[in-house]
């Protein structure tokens, strides 16, 4: 494997890990869901095992979140420009930084009604 | 008719026309987040301590909310309704922030009313708190603390939810009364129910009312006048109090308890402080 190769496997990895951690699973309960052994999920998530297309579409649907997003990740999510969300999150005076990016992560990473 | 007053009626309709296409009857209590799942709109549960709540309509229909870490469960359920309130009005992508109440409408949208008129009228209609204060043998204008947190505990929402639709929603109860009412804190009602919730929940279930699926997070305690007719997977047994029969919320999952008339609740509890998705908040932990 390439050196861009693992890097892109290891974002996959880490966004996986935080599209779980949102979805409020842990490692054995995806195992379980998915059908996989829980090493894999672990190993999934650490870089150290390639996706095969289907199991991103897995994830995906099990986690509520566009196949997109975690393949290419933040910045080349539809909706990470949405001027609305920007504008609404802007309004918002008490929200702090760290939970602005949260939210917004999340609502660039969700999968589209129409997915 | 000026833009709140008209936003307002509008939002009472839809209030219980949600109701009737759910088919829940007026006097019924409802479970907002059942609701949700019925309508087709995605909850989730961040750790985010300065967030009160998100309506989503792009790219994804989802209210977003901050976890019971950072706010009482009444309160989140009570957020929820009227995040539920954006959606079902057709209010676009929204992030709200929380307004102490006794905000006068003017200083807030016409949006942000009708959202909070539509959560008050969803979980707490006229006669579903006069089917409770019945249940309770109780009279509204002379209600007292811990009569008042009973009742918001039977419609799943906070002292303070309560207090404002008994007294601005409803007029039911006087101004003065309110006022009283409002300097009482739930932890130290709490503590005079059942002291050892003081840090925890506390479910109380009535014989005679019926309850809408009741959300609990583990630690939290639940009194009921008898013991239930078998032993619950997910409570563990304490000594009586009160002449009340009391458990603890041990672990998580779903079940359906009988109490003793033989009337059936359901309960789901969580993990303490949950963050996630909705609908894995009650998938019991893999060993």
């Known amino acids: 494997m390439s050196t861009s190769e693992k890097q892109s496997t290891s974002g996959i990895g880490d966004r996986l890990r935080w599209a779980r951690e949102q979805s409020g699973l842990s490692q054995g309960q995806v195992a379980k869901l998915l059908d996989m052994h829980r090493p894999t999920v672990s190993q999934i998530e650490a870089g150290s095992r390639s996706l095969k297309a289907e199991e991103v579409s897995w994830f995906a649907e099990l986690y509520d979140i566009s196949s997109a997003w ?3 990740g933040d910045d080349e999510s539809s909706s990470s420009g949405d001027p609305r969300i920007q504008l609404a999150a802007r309004e918002l005076s008490k929200l702090s930084p760290e939970d602005l990016q949260t939210l917004l992560r999340l609502v660039k990473a969700l999968r589209s009604n129409k997915e | 008719m000026d833009p ?16 009737r296409r759910l088919a829940v009857s007026r006097e019924d209590p409802v479970n907002v987040f059942d609701v949700c799942a019925a309508i087709g709109v995605e909850v989730r549960f961040l750790d985010c301590p300065s967030l009160e709540g998100m309506y989503c309509r792009e790219p994804r229909t989802a209210i977003v909310l901050p976890s019971t870490r950072h706010r009482p469960p009444g309160r989140v359920a009570f957020t929820c ?14 992030v709200d922030e929380y307004l102490a109440g006794g905000t006068t409408d003017q200083r807030r ?22 089917a409770a204060a019945k249940a309770y043998h109780l009279d509204i204008k002379s209600i007292t603390p811990e009569q008042t947190f009973l009742i918001a505990g039977l419609f799943s929402v906070g002292y303070s939810a ?5 007294t601005f929603g409803l007029q039911l109860l006087p101004r003065g009364r309110f006022d009283g009412l ?11 129910l059942y002291p050892p919730s003081a840090k925890s ?23 009921a006048q008898e013991a239930f007719a078998d032993e619950p997977a997910l409570l563990t047994s304490h000594p009586r109090h009160d ?19 033989g009337r059936e609740v359901a309960i789901r509890v969580s993990r303490r402080g949950y963050v996630g998705a909705w609908r894995y908040r009650f998938l019991p932990e893999e060993e």
């Not at chain 2, 709140?4 to 109701?19: D, G, S």
């Open chain 2, 201 to 223: 929940g506390l479910v109380v279930f009535h014989d005679d009312y019926p309850s809408a699926t009741v959300d609990m997070e583990v630690g939290d305690f639940v009194l």
């Open chain 2, 81 to 94: 309704a009227h995040e539920l309130g954006h959606h079902e009005l057709g209010h676009g992508t929204r």
């Open chain 2, 182 to 192: 409002k300097r009482h804190q739930p932890k130290s009602i709490r503590s005079v």
């Open chain 2, 243 to 261: 002449e009340q029969t009391v458990w603890e919320a041990a672990c998580v999952g779903q079940e359906r308890l009988k109490l003793a008339n």
């Open chain 2, 109 to 130: 949208s016409p949006e942000e009313v009708a959202a909070d008129v539509f959560a008050a009228h969803l979980l707490m209609p006229r006669q579903a708190i006069l």
């Open chain 1, 70 to 72: 975690l393949l290419q």
């Open chain 2, 162 to 166: 309560l207090l404002g639709q008994l």
């Open chain 2, 4 to 19: 709140w007053q008209t936003a307002k009626n509008t939002a009472l309709r839809k209030a219980f026309e949600t109701r």
